[in-house]
Each structure stands twice: as structure tokens, then as C-alpha cells.
């Protein structure tokens, strides 16, 4: 026991431990401030200069989407001014008539009435009317349909949008079909034809789906769609 305690006196009176022991007790401020200064040091690149970066990133990033949005808002803006210059610029009797094209209601009675009246003014002997069903809207991508669509191109975005195996044409968003059903009597092929124009000429749009036509009773049976805006 006392050869140990004489071994520890002899360690701490070394003269390489005293020297060390001076220089900690001389420069132990020097010695924490060395120390403070690498901490900071690894800490600014290794965790706060990453960090800054990746935040400037992130905001440069959420500026450009900013412009791009400002941008795209500017242009549609300008987009509905000119449209709304152009429609301005409409007369009153135009504009009538663009919104007879597609009503804006799928009032059955109306179209009763409306179909009447169109037969009885080109002349054409009514035999029967049948108007329905509506066919129910369906949540589906919106389509647009340009004024100067032909019948054709109607009957082709019907047929795009029909169920698979089921051969029913589905609508749009923001159209809806109304079947058709007449007969119209006193007509032959020359008549016939001149009927077809006559409906395609109106200022309502009609696609004729179907004709059943008995040239020997002068009668054909038309099965017709007509659409109108929700």
C-alpha cells in the first residue's frame, strides 16, 4: 500500500506531468475556446449551412411556382376580356340564337312545343311525337362542343364516350341528351332529303340517329337526339 501510494507520488512528479499540468492550467481558456470554435466550426458546415441551402432551394423553388401561377392567371384574364370583347361585340338577335342552340333545361313540354312548331313551319305533316327519357348526366370529363360542330361530329363524340359493351352513349359534364321519337307523313325521297336539311338548318341542334322510311305510305319513322347545357 505504501509502494503504491509512493508510485503515484513519483508519477505526479514527473517532470514531463508537470509540464503538462502547467500548460493546462496556462492555457486551459485558449484550450476552451480551440474547442468552441471547431464545434461551431463542424456544426456551421456540416449542419447549418446544409440546412440554409436546402431552404433557399426550397424558396426559389416555391417562387418560380408562384410566377408561373401569376402567369397563367395574367393569361386567363386577358383570355376571358377577349372573349368577353367578342361577345360583346354579338348582336342581340346572335346571341338568341346561340342560346337556342343548347337550352339550358331539359323541359320535355317546351321541346313538345318547339318540334310542333318547327314542323309547322316548313310545312311537314306530324303524325307523332314522343320526347324522352333525359338521359341521366354522368360525371365524366367534360367535352365542348363547338357551334360549328356538324351532326357527325356529335354522333362521333358519342359513339368515343359509349360504355364498353353496353352501346349506350354517355354525356358529358355539362351536356345531357333528350331522345326523340316522330313520325312525319306526305313525303318522298326528294322531300325526304329536303326535310333532312330542314332540320339540320335550325337553329336547335338535332342529330338524327335513325330513319324508317315506307316510300310506298310516303311516312318515316326518325328517331332524333337533342341536347341541352345543365
Known amino acids: 500500500m505504501a509502494e503504491t501510494k509512493g508510485d503515484e507520488k513519483n508519477i505526479i512528479n514527473h517532470p514531463v506531468v508537470k509540464m503538462i499540468n502547467g500548460y493546462l492550467v496556462d492555457y486551459f481558456s485558449f484550450i476552451i475556446i480551440y474547442v468552441v470554435l ?19 432551394k426550397n424558396n426559389e423553388l416555391h417562387q418560380s411556382y408562384k410566377k408561373k401561377e ?13 372573349y368577353k370583347k367578342i361577345y360583346d361585340a354579338i348582336p342581340a338577335n346572335d346571341k338568341a340564337k346561340i342560346n337556342s342552340f343548347l337550352p ?10 318547339y318540334i310542333r312548331n318547327m314542323m309547322t313551319r316548313g310545312g311537314y305533316k306530324l303524325l307523332s311525337l314522343e320526347v324522352g327519357p333525359f338521359t341521366k348526366k354522368n360525371e365524366v370529363a367534360a367535352a365542348t362542343v363547338s357551334p360549328a360542330a356538324n351532326k357527325s361530329a356529335i354522333k ?3 359513339a ?7 352501346g349506350q352513349a354517355t354525356t358529358t359534364k355539362e351536356m345531357g341528351i333528350i331522345d326523340i321519337s316522330l313520325k312525319v307523313g306526305g313525303l318522298n325521297y326528294s322531300a325526304l332529303k329536303n326535310f333532312f336539311q330542314f332540320v339540320e338548318r335550325d337553329a336547335r ?20 337526339k337533342a341536347y341541352y347545357l345543365n
Open 38 to 56: 471547431i464545434i461551431v466550426f463542424i456544426g456551421y458546415f456540416y449542419v447549418l449551412n446544409p440546412k440554409y441551402k436546402n431552404i433557399i
Open 70 to 82: 401569376i402567369t397563367q392567371l395574367i393569361g386567363a384574364v386577358e383570355n376571358y376580356q377577349n
Open 104 to 113: 339550358n333545361k331539359d323541359d320535355s313540354e317546351e321541346l313538345l312545343i
Open 156 to 158: 362521333k363524340l358519342n
Open 160 to 166: 368515343d364516350q359509349s360504355e364498353p359493351g353496353t
Open 205 to 224: 341542334f338535332f342529330d338524327i340517329e335513325n330513319v324508317d322510311f315506307s316510300l310506298s305510305d310516303g311516312v318515316a319513322d326518325l328517331r332524333l
